[in-house]
């Protein structure tokens, strides 16, 4: 599936563009629309494992990409992927049927992050075995240790990897890479191919004077520790140095076991905050409180322990090369904050000591890997990397992405295939048909999946569904379908990817099927002859239906058969 | 009102792709449901031959306005449906037997109810007061005009010309196209009246203006039309009566 993805030109609708892991957004939404929830996960599992955690935690590129904006708003495509998961979850988890093993090379992932689980789920697909190797005790990666369990609960990153182990998978945790393994003992062990995913596991430093008294602890430190249930002692008064998503995730995870105040000390203004609106403004529902235009020139200490941190006051100049603007401290402008607690959150780094000495590049500046982004090779043949160790900490959604772009490589290097086939001049073409927005009416969103789940009877939760699915099928039906046929895989009887056919020797140029078309499909050429554009055609016989020569004709709901239709029904 | 025939109407459903399309439709065994992509592919000439065929109703099913998975096809499917009420109305049948149902693909569940309360319209109207070979030809002249260029390109350019601008960038107001199709049906349909009553044997202009209820005067301006289109010619005269035969439309 992937591999084919990669060859074909590519006519995407632009949330599909957007996606890095480029899943099927119009056709599980179209799914949705027609009530089945079921096939709509299952369309979602054909480009990668995570439904249900992508329906919660997903930055979703998708809906920023949404054509539907130019409207009103964009479909809300997130809370949508969450509650069709969340219900096929909820009605018994779906069994997987064990992929046959057609190939007998063994490959090895490390990490079972986001990326490594991906490319082992597409690999097992294609009917490799796969073993993954996992430092922790349990599989998921930052999705299990770093999320916290109000965001994203732990069952569902646990349900998720059940599925990817159905297909057969194999999962070996508590099997440290640089200690246990090496890429020499797994080439030993008739390993063909490795790919490398252990992400970015250290937290940064704040590099200021007073980082080591007890009481500072990192961000992923912090919260790594609550998802391993050691006993953490919050202080009463908690700064977090961020602003980022960890950054919030870490000062609401404070709030809730129990701080009495915390606060989000930020270089940068709002505008600037990496962390994702919705999530700043459920920590501010919380209670926590925000300082902009501060960053820590150095953190207090007394007896050993935090007492305050000393910040210094920023003002903003010229963009970066981030695009934000840098922040420049302003002379004389220290004050301290009264903390006992100090979580810095400013970002994630690469273990480089665990890594192989003959990966690591020789640049000191740029990425401690060196890796080709387009097919994710090292400079040692058969190892392959992606994820956030190659690209620095991102998402979920990229290093999903990531670990599909790896097992196509992976899957071509084992049939010694060109690797770079295709994949350099992938090109995403995104098409919208709206011919004239002014034709269509508006529909505000007013949908967001439920977070918390109701205690509800037997009847009442019968009930209580099927509003859940009324309100998400609603909210379907604002998609557009931006895109030419979105493959679902319904039934045919649902959409019977028709096309309109002109008979050139019959049309005379009239120009009507082109005002007729919804989707700007039909144009004359240079002949003056109508011409069907078949990426847009969407079917419906419009313009059949107008056409005054009757030279259009479709191709599989033709008058013809109509007629047949009507007359064998009129026979009955 | 009384009931003429003892047995259920046979009707004939279009329906859309999206409307009902969630759960498995209950529906009445004398309707007979034809998916569609979209109820705006109903060619009018289509449904005139259903009814040729025999229908006794025909009933379209939509969508609701916002919810038109191709934008406006309920609306083409609206200015289909007003035509071909004005087309069956001249052919003799009520044009009660033709109704546009437009739903909520969200809403709507109960399509029985539906199907049931038309029916049971179609049923009160009983049989047509016309004999049967009357209504077929009339319905075979009425959707030959439907199938022709002229009516056709006139409902397919309705919304630009009436909501929009025309190539002299006037805006032409409902009523006065609704006049204008008004004639143009009349005009096209008395044509292919002509035309069907012409086939099998030549017939004079008074024979004709008999048949058709209208002025000789009437049949003759037609005729001079028809002549200048190749649909009809000069057969032979009898007398000093001239009589006309249908030629073979390409």
């Not at chain 1, 995730?249 to 994702?276: C, Q, T």
């Not at chain 1, 963009?319 to 959150?345: K, N, T």
């Not at chain 1, 037997?458 to 209580?464: C, G, L, V």
Request: aromatic share 6%.
């Amino acid at each position: 599936m992937t591999e084919k993805l990669l060859q074909e030109v590519r006519k995407f609708p632009p949330c599909r563009a957007a996606c890095p892991a480029h899943v099927n957004v119009q056709a599980y939404v179209a799914l949705i629309q027609r009530g089945k929830f079921k096939e709509a996960v299952e369309v979602i599992r054909r480009d990668m494992p995570f439904p249900a955690i992508c329906g919660r935690v997903c930055f979703s590129p998708c809906e920023d990409a949404c054509a539907r904006v130019n409207l009103d708003q964009a479909v809300a495509i997130r809370a949508l992927k969450r509650l069709v998961a969340d219900i096929e979850r909820e009605q018994g988890r779906v069994v997987a049927e064990p992929v046959p093993k057609k190939y007998g090379e063994k490959i090895a992932i490390i990490g079972a992050g986001p990326a490594g689980l991906t490319a082992a789920y597409e690999l097992a697909k294609l009917g490799y075995p796969v073993t993954v190797f996992e430092r922790m005790d349990e599989p998921g990666g930052m999705m299990r240790y770093c999320i916290p369990d109000f965001r994203l609960e732990k069952f569902v990153v646990a349900n998720e990897i059940a599925y990817i182990k159905d297909i057969g998978v194999e999962i070996k945790t508590g099997v440290e890479f640089g200690k246990d393994i090496t890429i020499k003992s797994l080439k030993e062990d008739g390993y063909k191919a490795i790919f490398l995913s252990i992400g970015t596991q250290l937290g940064m430093k704040l590099n200021v004077p007073g980082e080591d008294l007890e009481g500072v602890i990192n961000a992923v430190d912090f919260l790594r520790a609550i998802a391993l249930e050691k006993k953490i002692t919050v202080g009463e008064r908690v700064a977090v140095i961020g602003g980022g998503n960890t950054a919030i995730d870490a000062a609401r995870m404070a709030k809730k076991l129990g701080a009495k105040e915390v606060m989000i000390l930020y270089r940068r203004s709002r505008e600037e905050m990496p962390a994702l609106p919705h999530e700043v403004e459920l920590a501010e529902k919380d209670g926590i409180k925000f300082y902009f235009l501060v960053a820590p020139k150095q953190i207090i200490g007394e007896n050993g322990r935090v007492k305050a941190v000393e910040c210094l006051r920023m003002r903003l100049g010229e963009p970066d090369e981030s695009g934000r603007r840098r922040p420049i401290p302003i002379a004389f402008s220290e004050h301290q904050y009264e903390v006992d607690m100090v979580i810095p959150a400013l970002g994630q780094i690469v273990e480089t000591s665990i890594l192989p000495p003959e990966l690591i590049s020789k640049e000191k500046r740029g990425p401690p890997l060196q890796v080709d982004p387009l097919t994710l090779e090292t400079n040692v043949p058969g190892v392959f990397a992606g994820g956030d160790v190659a690209t620095g900490p991102a998402s979920i959604i990229e290093a999903v992405g990531a670990g599909k772009r790896a097992a196509v490589s992976i899957h071509r290097y084992l049939r010694g295939e060109d690797l770079r086939k295709g994949v350099e001049e992938e090109k995403i073409e995104e098409t919208t048909w709206v011919k004239d927005w002014r034709l269509l009416e508006k529909k505000e969103r007013r949908y967001d999946a439920p977070i918390e789940k109701p205690h509800l009877s037997f009847e009442e939760a019968k009930e209580y569904l099927e509003k859940l699915k009324r309100q998400a099928r609603f909210e379907a039906f604002r998609c557009l379908g931006c895109g030419p046929c979105a493959e679902c895989l319904a039934s045919m009887d649902l959409c019977e990817g028709d096309k309109a056919v002109v008979d050139e020797g019959k049309c005379v140029g009239c120009n009507v099927c082109a005002v007729v078309c919804p989707v700007g499909a039909i144009k004359k050429n240079e002949k003056g002859v109508a011409q069907v554009n078949e990426d847009l055609c969407k079917g419906c016989g419009l313009c059949a239906a107008r056409c005054p020569e009757r030279a259009i004709t479709m191709k599989k709901l033709s008058d013809e058969q109509i007629i047949t239709m009507v007359l064998t029904a009129l026979e009955r | 009102m009384k009931m003429e025939s003892s047995n259920p109407p046979k009707i004939v459903c279009f329906m859309c792709n999206w409307a009902f399309c969630e759960e498995e439709m209950r529906v009445p065994y004398n309707v007979n449901v034809i998916r569609v992509m979209c109820v705006g592919r109903m060619d009018p000439a289509l449904v005139l031959e259903t009814f040729a065929n025999g229908a006794e109703g025909v009933l379209l099913v939509g969508c609701k306005p916002p919810d038109c998975h191709f934008v406006d096809g309920n609306l083409h499917a609206e200015r289909a449906v007003k035509m071909l009420k004005k087309l069956l109305a001249l052919a003799g049948l009520e044009p009660e037997r033709l109704k546009l149902l437009l739903v909520s693909p969200l809403e709507d569940k109960d399509f029985s109810r539906h199907a049931k309360g038309f029916s049971e319209e179609v049923w009160k109207l009983g049989n047509s007061p016309l004999s049967k070979e009357e209504i077929v030809a009339n319905l075979i002249a009425a959707k030959e005009a439907a199938s022709a260029f002229r009516l056709r390109v006139l409902l397919g350019r309705e919304e630009e010309l009436t909501e929009f601008m025309n190539a002299y960038g006037e805006k032409i107001p409902e009523e006065e196209f609704d006049a204008l199709l008004d004639d143009i049906v009349r005009a096209e349909f008395i044509r292919y009246k002509i035309h069907y009553l012409t086939r099998t044997k030549p017939r004079s202009v008074k024979e004709l203006a008999q048949i058709l209820g209208i002025k000789p005067s009437a049949v003759l301006r037609h005729i001079t039309n028809m002549r200048r289109k190749g649909m009809i010619a000069l057969d032979h005269v009898e007398g000093y009566t001239p009589l006309y035969k249908a030629l073979e439309v390409r």
